[in-house]
């Protein structure tokens, strides 16, 4: 495990300890039965598929442990609208208040001010957080395949399917692939391919390319990280990658929504 995870991940246990002070499971519980219905987070990314459009998870993130502050001049109700009015299928927020300068807040306003679904873009190990996630309005939780073991994988998916969220599992390489797939996770989950190498920070778009020969037919990708360009939106494309998780790119503009229908 990289440096970096193995950080954030001892932090969430601390965060998680919190929040299990706070509030007692049956309690979220009832918080997350309560939260406005999911938008149908996969359903979002495949209609504009379907539509022959690329299917863009667009990010709202105000700093990444690679990069420092990327954005200052930050308001996820601004960021959402613009996203939301320049064709992007979905939203991803990071939450995570240390590494990323994120906030549960920006989800429940970036949610609010459109009508897209939105995934909650944090580390999860624990099922507390899939269930504050729900209660906060996700609509899809991030599972880090490098983050868990495959019992952990499989019973948070199911604690996220119990509760109607749509799950993206993240791998970055061959070997994660393959604990995916061993888990024989059933419907409602998409693969999420991280171009970055959380170790070195090394971006590279051919993690993704690489990988495709070595997939189950059938199965929905999302490439993550490091999307830059239309060219590099038409590169995936050509080799039958329509799904995409952008950040960076779109986030250092004055108006992401411009940028966004330009790399569409
Ligand atoms: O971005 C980082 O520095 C980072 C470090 C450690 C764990 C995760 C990290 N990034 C999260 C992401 O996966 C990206 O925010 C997402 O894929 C969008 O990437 P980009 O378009 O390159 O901002």
């Avoid at 692939?177 to 170790?199: D, E, H, M, Q, T």
Wanted: proline letters at 3%; one cysteine or more.
């Amino acid at each position: 495990m990289s440096d970096i995870l193995h950080r954030i991940l001892a932090r969430k246990c601390e965060e998680i300890a919190r929040l299990g002070q706070r509030y007692s499971r049956a309690t979220l519980e009832d918080l997350a039965r309560a939260a406005d219905a999911p938008r149908g987070f996969i359903a979002a990314l495949d209609a504009k598929v379907a539509a022959g459009s690329p299917g863009v998870i667009a990010e709202i993130k105000r700093a990444s442990p690679s990069k420092g502050l990327i954005r200052a001049d930050f308001d996820p109700l601004f960021l959402a609208r613009e996203y939301a009015s320049a064709g992007a299928a979905c939203l991803s927020v990071l939450t995570d208040e240390t590494f990323f300068q994120g906030h549960n807040a920006f989800l429940v306003q970036a949610r609010a001010a459109c009508g897209l679904p939105v995934i909650r873009k944090d580390f999860l190990i624990d099922e507390l957080q899939i269930l504050e996630a729900r209660a906060i309005g996700a609509d899809c939780v991030l599972l880090i395949a490098a983050a868990l073991s495959a019992a952990q994988l499989k019973d948070l998916y199911d604690c996220a399917r119990a509760f109607a969220l749509d799950v993206l599992v993240e791998i970055h390489d061959a070997d994660e692939l393959a604990a995916v797939l061993g888990a024989n996770l059933a419907g409602g989950w998409l693969l999420g391919i991280n171009n970055r190498n959380l170790r070195t920070f090394e971006t590279r778009l051919e993690t993704t390319l690489d990988l495709l020969p070595h997939l189950p037919p059938g199965l929905a990708v999302v490439t993550e990280s490091g999307i830059a360009s239309r060219a590099d939106v038409e590169r995936m494309r050509k080799a039958g990658v329509h799904r995409f998780l952008i950040g960076e790119s779109l986030m250092r503009q004055d108006r992401p929504g411009a940028a966004l229908r330009a790399l569409l």
